[in-house]
């Protein structure tokens, strides 16, 4: 045992020295884990070599912590005995912490009778005080809390240590939501497994530790949830609120129930309590008061139980009753009701593709409306950081994992609990449409994102052969698209003309929830101030790859004759061979970028040639909402009510193209009169209009 013990140690400790490449440390882990568990029987996960790596207590030695007079936030440790475990904590804190903002650190000594009061002697950094008489952990906590500057209390546990990230992602969360009156973390055992994501509270008054022994990355516990409870060996609240509601109530001394009865009285002031999955930390449970119920303090635990039964009896009697079956809708008690499943191919790239800001700005809307939302991409693939964006908003997000690789039974487990489903794209019903009836009785809201029958069809007019790798013919995508408008209880598209086209087809439940933008509301540079075209675009979808290259042979060499300073830069991601192809001096081919403001801020026109394609161009709508001119085509301008010479200038020829460019580019009166109207017309598309609409359609469906 000793041997594989340290072989274990000195592998881990050549990872994090040499930097073993990717394919390595897979094949590597999987041996770590095969002695694992043959030696405990046990299981580990994706998330348990870094905490295999940091859960190894050190030896004490003299540390040094960076705090500061004037914290922000007091990180109060309670400690009675067991000095080793109080190092390795404080010894996590020196190590993790960055410097983003200021901190302190108070150690409480509860008359601890062995090496602690020495001990925290050589720890410098840290405010030491040191109880007269043992008090217990409820009065050392609140002893702390009197003496605390901060405008926030962090409370942790001696027996833990502190991942990276852990206490700067709840102060992120708490700063920004002011209803929010504490914010709990994740607690991993040191084996790797999941000890708790947030408590639950049964009607009868007993907790559930959700998620205990599971695989810590599973998705049901990495997004932010508002919870009954979490768990005071890390837990971030408002000071306050702490001190206004007289700190952990002495009711339940020396301790037990203090944490829950703490949130509770948060949650009675109209406060939130949340779980925020990207804290995470190693809690060794019990090394302070044991595990045995009947003897020393853990025996209060059945004790304080009772008190809160009797104290909180209103509030229990609306919880769910104690049944394991119960778990998942107790896990989500709290959360918007009712509940949204959406499903689209993969989590919305918000920064790349046109379609992905306004699915996004959707999911906002629901929540905004007091939905609860599930996400399943198609691919099972949590893409970041866009999977940790919606997992922040408070979004479940399923994927595979090595523990739950089948996404459809993922899918299958949730759909009881779900109240009405937002399916994305003809392949996606075509794929998931007879499942979800079978599972679910609820409604079906269909999201075209465009018509992909008439782009298509357009596609082929256009071109002959050259980007059609789509998965079916357009007379395919017209027959199933029909098929799934009719079958479903509401079909969503972006454009009245959609909605027209839709309805020639004999299909009248049908909704235009068209792209969201957002008005810019800063200073605009002047027209002087301005040079260059500029277009954007994912290079996926065709008809950005035939704009591009029809503006650059056809349009450019027009513009040039008459005047060659003009260049064009390319902006989008996924790029393309023959898109790169294009570059010269006079075609700056810069592809992806993550701030693409200062290119709409900057450039004096955007250009947007599209020949063929369906639905609104988000591309444009984009370029309106920076007060940016745009010369584009019928088929570019389609669906979103612009006027030629009024919001925009339109041509669909080469020659002619090329001459509105120019007009707009040399006449500052013409570009000032286009930008003031792009803004007023993008207005009809903010996220308060495009609300009123998604509103009426649920309120609809609800009927």
């Not at 340290?6 to 095969?34: C, D, H, N, P, V």
């Not at 409306?369 to 999977?387: A, C, H, M, R």
């Not at 050259?466 to 079958?487: G, M, V």
């Not at 970028?593 to 709409?600: A, K, L």
């Amino acid at each position: 045992m000793f041997k594989i013990k340290q072989l274990i140690k000195k592998f881990l400790f050549a990872l994090s020295e040499e930097g073993i490449g990717i394919a390595l440390w897979r094949t590597q882990r999987k041996i770590i884990k095969k002695i694992v568990k043959t030696v405990t029987g046990k299981e580990i996960f994706q998330a348990d070599i870094e905490v295999l790596k940091i859960a190894q207590l050190e030896s004490p030695k003299p540390i040094e912590i960076e705090t500061s007079d004037d914290p922000l936030v007091s990180i109060i440790i309670p400690v009675y005995n067991q000095f080793l475990y109080t190092f390795n904590c404080l010894n996590s804190i020196s190590k993790t912490l960055d410097k983003s903002f200021s901190f302190e650190v108070i150690v409480v000594d509860d008359c601890s009778t062995d090496e602690t009061e020495k001990g925290l002697e050589q720890i410098t950094g840290i405010r030491r005080l040191k109880n007269s008489n043992n008090m217990g952990f409820i009065r050392s906590c609140n002893a702390g809390s009197s003496a605390a500057k901060g405008k926030f209390l962090y409370f942790l546990n001696n027996d833990t240590q502190i991942l990276s990230g852990c206490l700067e992602s709840l102060l992120d969360l708490i700063q920004n939501n002011p209803k929010v009156g504490a914010v709990g973390s994740k607690l991993i055992y040191p084996d790797g497994r999941l000890q708790e994501a947030g408590g639950i509270i049964w009607q009868d008054a007993s907790g559930w530790n959700y998620g205990r022994l599971q695989n810590p990355d599973e998705p049901e516990y990495n997004y932010v949830r508002e919870v009954d409870y979490c768990s005071g060996a890390s837990l971030l609240v408002r000071a306050d609120i702490f001190r206004q509601l007289g700190g952990f109530s002495e009711t339940f001394l020396p301790a037990y129930y203090e944490d829950t009865d703490l949130c509770f009285a948060l949650r009675k002031l109209g406060y939130k309590v949340l779980y925020q999955p990207q804290s995470k930390l190693i809690h060794y449970e019990g090394i302070t008061s044991g595990t045995d119920l009947n003897s020393g303090a853990k025996q209060y635990q059945q004790v304080n139980y009772t008190k809160f039964q009797q104290k909180w009896k209103e509030e229990l009697s609306k919880h769910f009753s104690n049944d394991p079956n119960h778990v998942p809708k107790g896990a989500r008690r709290l959360q918007g009701k009712p509940t949204i499943l959406v499903i689209d191919s993969y989590v919305p790239l918000y920064d790349r593709e046109s379609g992905c800001v306004r699915l996004l700005g959707i999911l906002k809307i629901l929540q905004n409306l007091g939905y609860s939302i599930i996400f399943l991409p198609d691919n099972g693939f949590p893409e970041e950081p866009y999977t940790s964006t919606l997992q922040g908003m408070g979004i479940e997000v399923l994927y595979s994992t090595p523990t739950q690789p089948n996404l459809e039974e993922q899918l299958i487990n949730r759909l009881s609990l779900v109240d009405t489903v937002w399916l994305c794209r003809p392949e996606l019903c075509e794929k998931y449409l007879d499942l979800i009836r079978h599972y679910a009785k609820v409604p079906v809201i269909y999201d075209t994102i465009d018509l992909h029958f008439l782009r298509i069809k357009r596609q082929q007019d256009y071109l002959s052969g050259d980007y059609q790798n789509t998965t079916w013919s357009w007379e395919t995508y017209q027959k199933q698209e029909t098929k799934f408008a009719q079958a479903t209880e509401a079909t969503v598209v972006v454009t009245e003309v959609e909605k027209k086209t839709l309805n020639d087809l004999d299909i009248n439940k049908v909704w235009v929830i068209p792209n969201i933008h957002h008005p810019y509301e800063g200073q605009l540079k002047s027209f002087e101030q301005r040079s260059d075209l500029v277009f954007i675009g994912s290079y996926n979808h065709p008809p950005n790859i035939d704009a591009v290259i029809w503006l650059c042979q056809e349009i450019m060499p027009i513009i040039w004759q008459s005047n060659p300073e003009i260049k064009v830069i390319l902006l989008g991601s996924n790029m393309k061979d023959e898109v790169k192809a294009l570059e010269s001096e006079r075609v700056i081919v810069q592809g992806y970028v993550e701030e693409v403001e200062p290119y709409f801020l900057t450039s004096r026109l955007f250009v947007a040639p599209l020949r063929f394609g369906a639905g609104m161009k988000g591309k444009i709508g984009h370029s309106m909402s920076y007060g940016l001119p745009t010369v584009t085509t019928k088929i570019g301008a389609e669906g979103m009510g612009l006027t030629d010479g009024y919001d925009v200038l339109i041509a669909d020829e080469p020659q002619a193209f090329a001459q509105k460019v120019l007009q707009l580019y040399n006449n500052a009166e013409l570009w000032h009169h286009l930008s003031e109207n792009s803004l007023k017309t993008i207005s009809q598309y903010s996220p308060e209009k495009v609300q009123e609409k998604l509103a009426e359609l649920l309120f609809h469906l609800r009927k």
